[in-house]
């Protein structure tokens, strides 16, 4: 086994292996917010288009080059939920900041975000999506 590596090395396409030593899948996408160095955990593809299973953080035992080692054995793998890509996100501004022409600004604002940027809830990893992060995990980036 190589050195440990941080959460921020991995790469799709590194290899994720259960407690039993049984490999599980590949690692298709890492969430976290590398800006205040917190890792959520990952998307594993179990199978070349198969839908990402989540696992999370506190499951991740061990992080070497091109390898991912869970607390997880290949059965409890087999279990875990499925990954559901993030919600997107809104910046909320204040409403009120008196007048007429600000009572109109955001009103057009906020139809002018539901009708560009709509925001969306989470969601199950769609086929297209599938296709593209297995093409990025045999690519390694």
């Known amino acids: 086994m190589g050195d440990p590596v941080s959460w921020l090395m991995i790469r799709p396409g590194w290899k994720v292996y259960g407690s039993d030593g049984t490999e599980v899948g590949e690692v298709d996408e890492v969430t976290g917010d590398d800006n205040a160095d917190i890792f959520d955990g990952l998307a594993v593809a179990a199978s070349r288009l198969g839908k990402p299973k989540y696992v999370p953080a506190e499951r991740v035992t061990t992080i070497t080059e091109g390898r991912v080692d869970l607390s997880l054995t290949a059965a409890d793998f087999a279990g875990t939920s499925e990954f559901l890509e993030p919600a997107t996100s809104a910046e909320i501004e204040p409403g009120d900041h008196g007048g007429l022409g600000e009572t109109i600004g955001a009103d057009v604002r906020e139809?002018?975000?539901?009708?560009?940027?709509?925001?969306?809830?989470?969601?199950?990893?769609?086929?297209?999506?599938?296709?593209?992060?297995?093409?990025?995990?045999?690519?390694?980036?």
């Open 111 to 141: 139809l002018e975000g539901k009708a560009i940027h709509p925001v969306e809830q989470q969601k199950p990893v769609g086929l297209v999506r599938r296709f593209y992060l297995f093409f990025r995990r045999k690519r390694g980036n």
